[in-house]
């Protein structure tokens, strides 16, 4: 339950992001539509990640009910703030997905290296184990400081633990999901003009 709490908005982070390094030049006939809104398609491809993420939280649901009964874990009245960590995810996410997006038209090497990031992102981030049992306390801030660590962390504290996300995850939440759209929102406004032209 630990790991499925965790893994699930990893998976939706990591193959969002991957898979809109690609939505543009993919799509090379719509770009060059002049009234054609290039931030759509990186935004379609975290839409359609959100949908699998939501389609698959009624397994983890199901499986939380399954610990509950046995007394493994105690469900509370916390397992409703979920939607609200899905809103701040998907803006972080999207933020991330639209700068990618647009600077891998540019720079084409950028999927294989993300690749290779997210391989290492995996483990930085604490989905299989507890970020406060590290025992370096310099390395225990460096994975506080990774922007998916509060996400995942809080949504085991609502669903695995059954309590609200510390204050400092709740406010590292707001603020990478407001920095990512904003830098989003920066970078594909510098790039859009040249995207027709370079894919």
């Known amino acids: 339950m630990f790991l499925f709490a965790?893994?699930?908005p990893w998976t939706f982070f990591s193959a969002a992001v991957l898979e809109s390094t690609s939505s543009i030049s993919s799509n090379a006939g719509?770009?060059?539509k002049v009234m054609f809104p290039a931030e759509a398609l990186p935004l379609v491809t975290v839409a359609s990640h959100l949908v699998?993420?939501?389609l698959a939280m009624p397994v983890l649901l199901?499986?939380?009910?399954?610990?509950?009964l046995h007394g493994d874990i105690t469900i509370t009245m916390t397992i409703l703030l979920v939607p609200v960590l899905m809103i701040l995810q998907t803006l972080f996410v999207a933020g991330i997905a639209m700068t990618v997006s647009s600077a891998s038209v540019l720079f084409r090497d950028l999927r294989d290296i993300l690749t290779n990031l997210m391989q290492l992102g995996f483990f930085v981030t604490p989905i299989l184990y507890l970020v406060d049992r590290v025992q370096s306390r310099p390395l225990r801030a460096l994975l506080r400081l990774?922007?998916?660590t509060p996400f995942?962390?809080?949504y085991q504290?609502?669903?695995f633990f059954g309590?609200?996300?510390g204050i400092w995850d709740a406010l590292l939440m707001l603020a990478y999901a407001l920095a990512s759209m904003a830098m989003g929102v920066i970078v594909f406004g510098r790039l859009r003009d040249t995207l027709a032209e370079a894919i």
């Open 146 to 148: 990774n922007p998916m």
């Open 163 to 165: 309590h609200l996300p």
């Open 52 to 54: 699998h993420f939501i």
């Open 62 to 68: 199901l499986a939380t009910l399954g610990f509950a």
């Open 157 to 159: 504290d609502v669903l």
């Open 6 to 8: 965790g893994i699930l």
């Open 152 to 154: 995942v962390v809080s």
């Open 30 to 32: 719509l770009i060059k």
